[in-house]
């Protein structure tokens, strides 16, 4: 059976717009990350996902372990409902309300890391609790943007501790202070993971993209590995953090790294198309209704204004994915109320069809709607709240 009958088929009995997670593709998807890791465990970045379900669905599976959380306020909602003994949150909080509901949960504590990369990190954990508050378990990040000369930054601008002996010197403050422990250091290199290195239509982009990312790998593996031993020499590490779904074999081969993050690997969303190594099956997919037919090549969606976070530029926008053939008018786009596509394929179109689409970005689709119908082959298997619809919204 075709992808659009089998899909059309299975959601027969629903009226778009909805969202779909094909279970087939997730679980493909999920097992080719943990082939890519080498052995090394996976840690499930939550961002990419923002469904209680499936991240539930993949810990379950061997070679995952862990959650990679982006807020605070989320890994305190995941330890309540027992998702994971293991939650780092990937970005340093100046949440006090939510520092003040980790310091009153043991549970909590026990299972929580939280992201510093300076002592003003500590200054505001200590503001926010006192001094004498409990323990708590720090990540120490550590930058891993490219610099090959003087002025010149390439990847994330993220943590200001960038050599080993920033790292050590952060490591050895940490250490003096009561009520912090150093588990941990996270490097992600968002310059080799989060970059396609063969980009559609643009060949010289993708020549001077693998160029870099070679270089790149090649600086961070003697860099990374000197912090993480200066860090070593002071606090006794449980995880040394990597990669993402770019970069699974480049990373898993660095002997400093002791787990690696991904998360969109498992939803597959468009702007991971553009990758040379690895094509993750499209898991995510949205329905809109044709509600519309203005003119020949043409018919107009309701809705299916998700653009994705990032630079303003089109790749951010959803793409036709089913029937294949259409595109978006590029002076129109993908808007709030109504979303024209182009091409031959819509002369086969009527009102109330359904035009499949898909993200730019994994996660950001669950702050659209409420649930995704699970598709398991040709049946709608369940019906699985996102975050959204379970009444979570973390920014």
């Known amino acids: 059976m075709q992808p659009r009958s089998r899909l059309d088929g299975a959601t027969k009995a629903l009226d778009p717009p909805f969202a779909v997670v094909d279970l087939g593709a997730f679980d493909h998807n999920a097992a080719e990350l943990v082939r890519r890791s080498g052995g090394k465990p996976v840690r499930v970045a939550s961002k990419s996902v923002r469904v209680r379900w499936l991240l539930e669905r993949v810990l379950d599976r061997p070679g995952y372990a862990g959650v990679m959380c982006y807020s605070l306020p989320e890994a305190l909602w995941l330890s309540s409902l027992d998702v994971s003994e293991d939650l780092l949150v990937a970005y340093p909080t100046v949440d006090h309300g939510a520092l003040r509901e980790l310091a009153r949960d043991e549970k909590a504590r026990r299972r929580i890391t939280i992201m510093v990369d300076s002592t003003a990190h500590l200054d505001l954990v200590t503001a926010a609790l006192g001094s004498a508050h409990p323990e708590v378990r720090v990540c120490l990040e550590l930058d891993v943007s490219w610099r090959p000369v003087p002025g010149l930054h390439v990847g994330p601008r993220r943590s200001p501790v960038h050599s080993a002996r920033d790292a050590g010197s952060l490591a050895g403050r940490i250490a003096e202070r009561p009520g912090f422990r150093l588990v941990g250091v996270m490097a992600y290199e968002g310059q080799i993971a989060g970059l396609g290195d063969t980009p559609p239509g643009r060949p010289l982009r993708g020549l001077a993209v693998r160029w870099m990312q070679k270089r790149s790998a090649a600086e961070l593996v003697d860099r ?104 978006l008018l590029p002076l129109e786009g993908a808007g709030e109320v109504q979303t024209p596509v182009v091409g031959r394929a819509a002369d086969s179109l009527v009102l109330g069809d359904r035009v499949w689409l898909r993200h730019a970005k994994a996660g950001e689709l669950a702050e659209r709607f409420t649930h995704y119908h699970v598709v398991d082959g040709d049946v709608v298997a369940r019906t699985v709240p996102t975050y959204r619809g379970e009444g979570q919204c973390f920014g």
């Open 224 to 327: 990374r590995g000197a912090a993480v031993a200066a860090v070593r020499r002071v606090a006794e590490l449980e995880f040394v953090n990597g990669g993402g779904t770019g970069s699974l074999e480049v990373t898993g081969a660095d002997e400093s790294v002791t787990e690696l993050a991904a998360g969109s690997g498992l939803i597959g969303p468009t702007l991971f198309d553009g990758y040379r190594g690895f094509r993750p099956e499209p898991a995510a997919l949205f329905a809109l209704p044709v509600v519309r037919r203005p003119k020949k090549h043409v018919a107009t969606l309701f809705s299916g204004g998700y653009p994705a976070s990032g630079t303003a530029t089109p790749d951010r926008l959803p793409t036709p994915h089913l029937p294949p053939g259409l595109t």
